[in-house]
């Protein structure tokens, strides 16, 4: 039988397998967070993950929609964006809720010990959305601030994008930045583990899917040819991952004990 009596099988296969590439690309990057996210709810503590990552995805996965309307690339990758910006609220708010119980469940104690009944129940001071101090900005009390903060980026880069749509080298730029952005996703985390010195709080099944989900999506944008930008920056951003895991097993691995002096001995036998 010839090549061409396998068509009805092939030709179904083929798309069956374009329909799963597709559905991985769109729902992949939201699995990495499962697990941390339980382990969030699970330990009532968000120390160990930087909320800034949740900042730059946000901002990457904004400008590459708004990138979609001056070029309009493969549609998984639009519905990526779109389901990776709701995954990023969704931390944010367990993030958020979590960081306030434990700020308030902190002060309780505080003002127990201290037997000041009139202020044992305070809630930690509110940090609004408009406050535009820097050692507050992303640290808010509020999950509607980071809802406010995502809608105003939203709506100003819109109308930016709106008034320019017809420059060429302003939508090349747009593209370029979102996928930049998005390969600097992991930064946030290197720099909390450095300064911390310890990967605790971080799960490290988040990485390992990051690693292996954004080796596939580079794949996927070279095999599909996927704008150039697309494929430069997920290469670093897969750089970026294999070095937050380096730093997890050099964190874990027990660091030698050094050796108890011993006196010469010319010195002891002096003694």
Known sequence: ???????????????????????????????P???????????QNADGFSTYVCLVLLVANILRILFWFGRRFEAPLLWQSIVM?????????????????SELSARRRFFAAADNKDE???????????????????????????VQCVLAFTGAAGYITYLSIDSAVFVETLGFLAVLIE?????PQLCRNHRHQSTEGMSVKMVLMWTSGDTFKTAYFLLNGAPLQFSVCGLLQV???????????????????????????????AL
């Open 1 to 31: 039988m010839d090549a061409q009596g396998f068509d009805w099988l092939l030709v179904p296969l083929h798309q069956l397998v374009s329909w799963g590439a597709a559905g991985a690309m769109v729902f992949g990057g939201v699995v």
């Open 33 to 43: 967070y499962i697990p941390q996210y339980r382990d969030i709810r699970r330990t």
């Open 85 to 101: 910006t709701g995954t990023m609220l969704l931390m944010l708010k367990l993030c958020t809720e979590v960081r306030v119980a």
């Open 120 to 146: 044992e129940g305070k809630a930690p001071p509110r940090r609004p959305y408009p406050d535009f101090d820097p050692h507050h900005f992303w640290h808010w009390s509020s999950f509607a601030d980071y």
């Open 183 to 187: 390969a600097m996703m992991g930064v």
């Open 239 to 269: 750089l970026v991952d294999l070095a937050i895991l380096a730093q997890a097993y050099a964190f874990a691995c027990p660091r030698p004990k050094p050796a108890p002096h011993t006196a010469h001995p010319a010195s002891a036998k």
